[in-house]
């Protein structure tokens, strides 16, 4: 599991590997906000606790206006890794059968790759399609496709802890926590759990 990033501002940035963060906490870039009670990595000179969550101690700024290109993964984790057609999870697929992008207005009919005309389908499914309407043979999208925000296109395709997903509720809301969370397969009860933070 990485270690969760948030900007001075207490932003969730990433999911940066564990080296990475230790190396930002040694250069005195970043202090360690959470650790993993049972690591700890040694020195010659010190022991660092293990982090799960740091804060970077200078602001870094992210810029917000950027339209993500589609890329299968993003694709995927935008639709719950379901088929559109059947609704099929795709731990519910049978042998060689896997998950693929299709076009609503196929490439052959003028659609193109953007996030509003592509959804996940099952390979059967897709087949089944063709390069046909969705109309034309009965196939309609459970969910109209739509642009992923930037929350759900950084957060959607990394697994968080408990412990980190704290810091994603306070900073984005209990609303954004539940769909990531959901889409992770976390039972409701244990969502409840989460204690809330107040800076």
């Known amino acids: 599991m990485g270690c969760l990033a948030l900007n001075a501002s207490f932003e969730p940035l990433t999911l940066l590997p564990l080296r990475r963060a230790l190396r930002l906490v040694i250069d005195d870039k970043a202090e360690?906000?959470?650790i993993d009670e049972g690591r700890v990595f040694r020195s010659e000179r010190r022991d660092?606790?293990?982090p799960s969550v740091i804060r970077l101690?200078?602001?870094?700024h992210v810029p917000r206006k950027f339209r993500r290109q589609v890329t299968n993964t993003f694709l995927f984790a935008r639709d719950s890794y379901r088929c559109?057609?059947?609704g099929r999870h795709r731990t519910q697929l049978r042998h060689r059968e896997f998950l693929t992008r299709d076009h609503v207005v196929p490439l052959s009919r003028g659609g193109d790759n953007s996030w509003t005309n592509v959804v996940t389908a099952c390979s059967p499914c897709n087949n089944r399609k063709g390069s046909n309407l969705s109309g034309e043979v009965g196939m309609l999208p459970?969910?109209?496709p739509h642009e992923p925000n930037y929350v759900e296109l950084v957060w959607a395709v990394r697994r968080i802890t408990m412990v980190q997903a704290k810091y994603i509720r306070m900073f984005y809301g209990e609303a954004?926590?539940?769909a990531l969370q959901e889409k992770e397969g976390?039972?409701?009860?244990e969502l409840a759990e989460l204690p809330v933070l107040m800076f």
């Open 176 to 178: 954004v926590l539940r």
């Open 186 to 189: 976390h039972h409701p009860a």
């Open 142 to 144: 459970l969910h109209q």
């Open 32 to 34: 360690i906000l959470e």
């Open 84 to 86: 559109q057609y059947c």
């Open 57 to 60: 101690k200078r602001f870094v």
């Open 48 to 50: 660092v606790p293990c």
